[in-house]
């Protein structure tokens, strides 16, 4: 079973998408930091100074029983910005790529050589009829 697991593991699929994973999470943090430093502020300062991350629903009150229940639709609103920006640097990424596919597979490639046999022959051809 451990020697399934290794050969599981050692994939190169298996590798290329921790890789994909791990730079997918950093992404994700950069995105987040994008939204919450740079984007809401100006956001916030057009709608009234307006913090979507402070905006909350009150649902139960803070006393004696405990904290207060919050229905924190700001932070939802500023995941939903998130999501709407991943994604679409993600459509840009891809489209970028498939673009580059596309002028590749345009370009058409250049004609093989001729075997060496054909080359050689055309040679003998040619020094036959500079003799005649």
Known sequence: MFKEFKEFAMRGNVIDLAVGVIIGAAFGQVVNSLVKDVLMPPIGLLTGGVDFSNLAFTLKPEGAEGPA??????????????FIIVAFSIFMLIRGINSFKRKQAAEPAPPPAPPREEVLLAEIRDLLKARS
């Open 69 to 82: 229940v919050l229905l924190k639709y700001g932070v939802f609103i500023n995941t939903i910005i998130n």
